[in-house]
């Protein structure tokens, strides 16, 4: 689950809510607050302003958490399974397609990698390859920049580490944006986690 908003629950603890995105929340369960990496234990789970003992995948919920330190969680955040745990990355590599940018990207182009309910500066610091828009292939290698409409292969690295997933592996969790000065310039799939 990607943490979209956090306030204070009643009574103790800190209530966290967003999306489950994948699997199954129950009570009393330990997940994990990533990228902090810090335990937590689920005291209540509220949907629809009704307490439940568990939620699935697709459910818009608050989750009471108990054991944890609220200035260890940020809005983009991950709650992930204890044995499971969510890649955490500063480099990922993303298949992107160009809408609309106003100057070229080239290598050190900064964006706002826009992911789930994270927002996190990044830079462009490699462009693999020029990619064919329907068919994937790859037309040209080390482009010097991408244009309008262009499809690609690149490297983003973000300046605080953030929770990923290859799309192959979790397609909530594997989409990104990429936007400039209030533009999206960028959508694309991250195909592989470097670092």
């Known amino acids: 689950m990607s943490i979209n908003d956090i306030f204070k629950g009643t009574g103790s603890g800190y209530c966290v809510s967003g999306r489950l995105e994948t699997g199954v929340l ?3 369960d ?4 990533s990228p902090s990496r810090e335990q937590a234990q689920v005291k209540s ?3 629809d302003d009704f307490s439940h003992n568990a939620a699935f995948a697709g459910d818009q919920i608050s989750v009471t958490l108990s054991g944890v330190d609220v200035s260890n969680i940020n809005i ?8 499971n745990p969510v890649p955490i990355a ?3 590599q993303a298949r992107i397609v160009v809408f609309n940018v106003k100057v070229p990207i080239t290598i050190g182009f900064p964006v706002l990698l826009h992911h789930q309910s994270l927002i996190e500066p990044a ?3 490699k462009l ?4 064919h828009k329907s068919n994937g292939e790859i037309i040209k290698k080390k482009p010097r920049c991408l244009g309008n409409n262009s499809c690609a292969l690149v490297e983003i690295e973000t300046t605080r580490p953030i929770c990923v997933e290859k799309y192959a592996d979790m397609k909530e969790l594997g989409r ?3 936007r400039v000065s209030g533009v999206t310039i960028a959508a694309g799939l991250i195909t592989s986690i470097v670092k």
């Open 30 to 33: 330990k997940v994990l607050v």
């Open 176 to 178: 990104i944006m990429l």
């Open 128 to 131: 693999k390859a020029q990619l």
């Open 26 to 28: 129950c009570v009393n």
């Open 123 to 125: 830079h462009i610091v």
């Open 76 to 83: 983009g955040y991950i709650l992930c399974d204890i044995t």
């Open 90 to 92: 500063t480099r990922i």
């Open 45 to 47: 789970i509220m949907l």
